[in-house]
T-cell receptor
């Protein structure tokens, strides 16, 4: 099936640890995005990438890092510098004008 | 920078009635796209409707239609014949188009719609 796959669905992290969220798409889309969702905050853009080996910071990039080594993959690393990482994370991709989303990863710091 | 504002945090409607969700945006761009996405309790984001800024005709998808006022930078969503399955969070979103490439999809904070039986 074609689509966007985020894994894992639930993730627990100890304070001070880095953790990487996976996002893979087989839709041949050029652009990919990472959003963070908190209650009452909507979706806030963390990073986005237009093409392979290129990405731009979004509105809340501090404490996060990304890579885009392959067109299909756009992993997000939540570093220990992110002070409040507990949230729902959504990955999206677009062929040009409409964004399609993965099912999300719920990250909890324990 | 683009901003998207949804002024109604919560709304409710009776089943079979009509409801309108508001959205305004701020941009200096002339070419862009506007969207309404639905997020049910499953948290899966679902595209409801899309509007290209260069098109004057309002987009329609079955029971969902928009009122796009480009000069006023307003983009409201009308849901007709509301159904229980329409209960969800609704997000308005903006994507600018520049140089043939599209990027930076910006969302509003959302409106929680509850359809009552």
């Amino acid at each position: 099936d074609g689509g966007i796959t985020q894994s894992p669905k639930y993730l627990f992290r100890k304070e001070g640890q880095n953790v990487t969220l996976s996002c893979e798409q087989n839709l041949n889309h050029d652009a990919m995005y990472w959003y963070r969702q908190d209650p009452g905050q909507g979706l806030r853009l963390i990073y986005y990438s237009q093409i392979v080996n290129d990405f731009q910071k979004g509105d809340i990039a501090e404490g996060y890092s990304v890579s885009r080594e392959k067109k299909e993959s756009f992993p997000l690393t939540v570093t220990s510098a992110q002070k409040n990482p507990t949230a729902f994370y959504l990955c999206a991709s677009t062929p040009g004008t409409t964004a399609f989303f993965g099912q999300g990863t719920r990250l909890t710091v324990v | 920078a683009q901003t998207v504002t949804q002024s109604q945090p919560e709304m409710s409607v009776q089943e079979a009635e009509t409801v309108t969700l508001s959205c305004t945006y701020d941009t200096s761009e002339n070419n862009y796209y506007l969207f309404w996405y639905k997020q049910p309790p499953s948290r899966q984001m679902i595209l409801v409707i899309r509007q290209e800024a260069y098109k004057q005709q309002n987009a329609t998808e079955n029971r969902f239609s928009v009122n796009f006022q480009k000069a006023a930078k307003s983009f409201s969503l009308k849901i007709s014949d509301s159904q229980l399955g329409d209960t969800a969070m609704y997000f308005c979103a903006f994507m600018k188009q520049s140089g043939g490439s599209n990027y930076k999809l910006t969302f509003g904070k959302g409106t929680l719609l509850t359809v009552n039986p």
